[in-house]
């Protein structure tokens, strides 16, 4: 007896009339006339399509489906290249005002060699012939002191030797200073932050004590392309400065970034981590943020040329045809992903990196670890989450963030829920018509 899959995702399209079915557990999305859903609200899977793309199974046949997937989902998760982040300090030269480190204690970073020597003997031996990458972060990596200078090219230049590629996080205030030793080493790329056109971003990013940070980034980034470095360009986004980023995209077209090789673009959604925001009201919630993106794009298609969101699974969808595999974990702290910092310490990510409660070791002087904090964020996924077991959203959501789960409900086992459903209805809105053809946006 066919029944409807545990991971169908229904939603309306732009008529209210035809609907579009997702499940990503077969990777399959069509869009639904008023009869077919008709159809589907009666279990009527009579039409073979029903069990052909998966929407209507046979329960039994599906969790052995969902078993063989999230074993296969495992074992190459243990072969995935791991990213480890190194922080040499905390300081920061720029005064952000939304900045979730603002709060962090920190102690003068002190230039210390062995912390780095320490640092690759430990991914030597711990992540032993697994692909891997180093990432600097901060505060900010890049400082023009020339202590700092010293250890991040000390830094660069034990990674090349042991034949580690490097990303880099940062402000990019100092890039030209750094370009004669970021030309020696293995970059894999450098992530700059923009927030907007040289008025709205000025006002979010400036030096620390006040001045002015735009013009000197702009001609960091342009250094970087000249030199064939890569450059991933990140906006930090809440409504204070969403409606900058039509100009932002036409600015970047006009230089010719997006055009050149190594040139990519994020959009990060501006949110309370661990501490209040001095301007809460500005923040936008996930669904907001997609909802505005959307309006932009259809006044200001040019926006696509510079970034196209994901809008979960429907940019895959638009793309390739298909969904994405499906996301048994999305999170991955202590998994693929860990952070250490010039004292020492041993974290979780990004998230967790400087905040003296979330330590889960140490890899200087000694090396010490916490096993059970380290085994809670090991073990966490879609089946160690009791919410996430029962829930169709589970394979796109995939569980959330462990930091923002932890500091929601006090543990990393917990869920941090997305609003699938939403901000794939707005991406599909935005791409198909209610036909479920591509929509024509330029
Ligand atoms: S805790 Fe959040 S920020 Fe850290 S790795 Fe997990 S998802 Fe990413
Ligand atoms: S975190 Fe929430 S939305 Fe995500 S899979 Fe778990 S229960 Fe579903």
């Not at 045809?321 to 996301?327: C, D, Q």
């Not at 992903?337 to 003296?356: L, P, R």
């Not at 966490?380 to 963030?401: F, H, P, Q, Y």
């Amino acid at each position: 007896m066919l029944k409807k899959s545990k991971y169908n995702i229904i939603f309306d399209l732009e008529n209210g009339e035809s609907k579009m079915i997702a499940n990503s557990l077969y990777g399959a999305a069509d869009v639904l006339n008023s009869s077919e859903y008709g159809q589907y609200q009666t279990d009527d899977f009579s039409d073979p399509m029903w069990r052909e793309r998966g929407y209507a199974v046979v329960p039994e046949e599906e969790q052995q489906a969902f078993q063989t997937q999230y074993m296969d989902f495992i074992d190459s998760r243990d072969t995935e290249e791991i990213q480890l982040f190194f922080v040499p300090t905390y300081n920061c030269n720029f005064g952000c005002d939304y900045c979730y480190q603002s709060e962090y204690t920190s102690s003068a970073s002190v230039y210390e060699p062995a912390v780095v020597d320490a640092f690759f003997d430990y991914i030597g031996s711990e992540f032993a012939g697994r692909k891997k990458y180093c990432t600097l972060f901060g505060g900010e990596p890049l400082l023009p002191n020339e202590k700092a200078v010293q250890l991040v090219s000390y830094f660069l230049s034990k990674a090349k030797a042991h034949g580690l590629e490097t990303a880099i996080v940062t402000n990019g205030f100092h890039l030209k200073k750094y370009l004669p030793v970021l030309k020696e080493s293995l970059i894999r790329e450098v992530q700059v932050t923009l927030d907007g056109t040289r008025e709205v971003h000025n006002k979010r990013r400036p030096l620390k004590g006040g001045g002015n940070t735009f013009d000197e980034i702009v001609e960091g980034v342009d250094a970087l392309l000249n030199a064939g470095l890569s450059v991933n360009l990140r906006m930090v986004v809440d409504s204070d400065n969403i409606g900058s980023l039509a100009d932002l995209a036409a600015f970047a077209i006009d230089k010719g970034w997006t055009k050149a090789p190594g040139f990519k673009t994020q959009l990060g959604r501006n949110y309370e981590l661990h501490s209040c925001q001095k301007n809460g009201q500005a923040l936008y919630s996930r669904v907001q943020m997609y909802e505005e993106l959307k309006d932009l794009i259809e006044k200001h298609p040019h926006i696509l040329e510079f970034h196209t969101p994901s809008f979960h699974f429907v940019k895959s969808l638009r793309d390739n045809g298909e969904l994405p595999a499906a996301l048994f974990d999305s999170c991955p702290g202590c998994k693929t992903e860990w952070a250490f910092d010039y004292q020492g310490n041993i974290y979780s990510c990004t998230a967790t990196v400087g905040k003296q409660d979330e330590v889960l070791g140490t890899f200087f002087p000694h090396v010490t670890k916490h096993d059970d904090d380290i085994e809670g964020w090991q073990d966490r996924d879609i089946l160690a989450i009791e919410k996430c077991r029962d829930c169709n959203l589970a394979l796109v959501c995939g569980g959330g963030c462990g930091s923002v789960a932890k500091n929601q409900n006090g543990s990393v086992s917990t869920p941090d829920c997305r609003p699938v459903k939403e901000v794939a209805q707005t991406g599909a809105r935005l791409f198909f018509t209610p036909d479920g053809e591509l929509r024509r946006l330029k």
